[in-house]
């Protein structure tokens, strides 16, 4: 298959690459879409053939469900049965944006997006071309992340044509993403509000709107004793998995000073000349390693930069990447989950 590279940087470049999504997406294809979380690919979340074709691609379980976007009021409600007090608090606070609700379906959604839960999980993005395709279709759209099952998410149309050039027929860029990391996951099918994936919307923000919220771990915890139910936080299917991994191996280390982590790296029988080192606090001296990446020591920024970092040093084979640990704090709750998947055997 033929893989067209449609760039937004004009209004009419930016029109006709509407225009030519919808067209693929009303006929049922799949194609990738620039959100400010990742790229995302999309395909008509009302047509179940569509959405099979999504799991096809990325070579994604089918047991993983979906995210809905949404780009007004109305499809909302062709999407969720139910939009509690809760639901519209957030949606106030944070939408469009990278917050994704997941609250009781309609059957308006086929069980292809949902992988048959009885709950739909939906999202308004703000990125400008994802909500024009999302109106010129006059349909809801289901997007995973634009990458193969466990690999990087992709925050460049280039990450995106490298995994899936041949695959689709269409891909949109619309230059690097703005969040970098994929959307925070809420269930607000129960109350309290649960978050099943952190992202950059973290807890002390979702707590601003509604108190009681609580992380995905403290839920499974605390519903542990209730062998009847499945902890909370498993309720989002392979949010525990690794996930989100370059091809090399990857570890998260700590290090007081370089000796310390070239020992470190020398126990894991790899030579730092073959070892990438992404580090926002402790910066080694380049010349000892195959390559320094320094990121901005700022959720924000670091977010932005880390798939696009961990895409580079994947491309130079290295025989490790070690990424320094992220501090605990809420505000890296989203990056830490990454890493830490990104970093399982
Ligand atoms: O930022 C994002 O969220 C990006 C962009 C493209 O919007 N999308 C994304 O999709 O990250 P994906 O498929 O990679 O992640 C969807 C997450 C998974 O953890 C999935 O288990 C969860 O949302 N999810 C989807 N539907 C759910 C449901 N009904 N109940 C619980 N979790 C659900
Ligand atoms: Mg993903």
Redesign the pocket.
């Known amino acids: 298959m033929n893989t067209e590279l449609l760039p937004i940087h004009t209004s009419d470049r930016f029109d006709e690459a509407v225009d030519r999504a919808a067209d693929l997406l009303r006929q049922g294809e799949v194609v990738a879409l620039p959100?400010e979380?990742?790229?995302?690919l999309a395909a008509d979340a009302t047509n179940p053939d569509a959405v099979q074709a999504i799991y096809r691609v990325k070579g994604r379980p089918i047991t993983?469900?979906?995210?809905v976007?949404i780009a007004d009021s109305s499809m909302l409600k062709r999407c969720v049965a139910e939009w509690p007090e809760d639901a519209e608090r957030f949606a106030r606070s944070f939408w469009p944006g990278?917050l994704?609700l997941?609250l009781p379906k309609t059957k308006e959604i086929p069980d292809a997006v949902?992988a048959g839960?009885p709950?739909?999980?939906v999202?308004w993005?703000a990125h400008p071309l994802m909500q024009a395709v999302i109106r010129a279709l006059g349909r809801p759209i289901a997007?995973?992340?634009a990458n193969l099952a466990n690999r990087l998410?992709p925050t460049f149309a280039e990450h995106v044509s490298a995994q899936l050039t041949g695959r689709i027929p269409l891909i949109v860029d619309g230059g690097p993403a703005n969040v970098g990391i994929?959307?925070t996951?809420l269930?607000l099918c129960e109350s309290p509000p649960t978050v099943?994936?952190p992202g950059m919307i973290h807890l002390e923000s979702l707590r601003s709107v509604v108190p009681e919220t609580i992380p995905a771990s403290q839920s499974a915890e605390s519903s542990s004793s209730d062998a009847a139910k499945p902890p909370k936080g498993q309720?989002?299917?392979?949010?525990h998995h690794k996930h989100y991994s370059p091809t090399s191996p990857m570890n998260l280390m700590r290090w007081a000073d370089m000796e310390d982590l070239e020992q470190m790296i020398r126990r894991k029988d790899v030579v730092p000349e073959r070892t990438c080192v992404l580090c926002h606090d402790q910066l080694p001296d380049p010349s000892r390693f195959l390559r320094v990446s320094v990121i901005p020591h700022d959720p924000e920024a670091f977010a932005r930069a880390l798939f696009a970092e961990l895409f580079v040093c994947d491309r130079l084979n290295p025989d490790l990447i070690v990424v320094e640990t992220v501090p605990s704090t809420h505000t890296w709750d989203g990056i830490r989950n990454r890493l830490e998947r990104a970093a399982m055997d």
């Not at 993983?64 to 995210?67: E, V």
């Not at 309720?235 to 949010?239: I, Y």
């Open positions: 959100t979380t990742v790229y995302g993983n469900p979906l995210i976007h990278p994704t997941v949902t839960l709950s739909v999980a999202r993005p997007a995973p992340s998410s994929e959307s996951v269930d099943l994936r309720k989002s299917p392979g949010l």
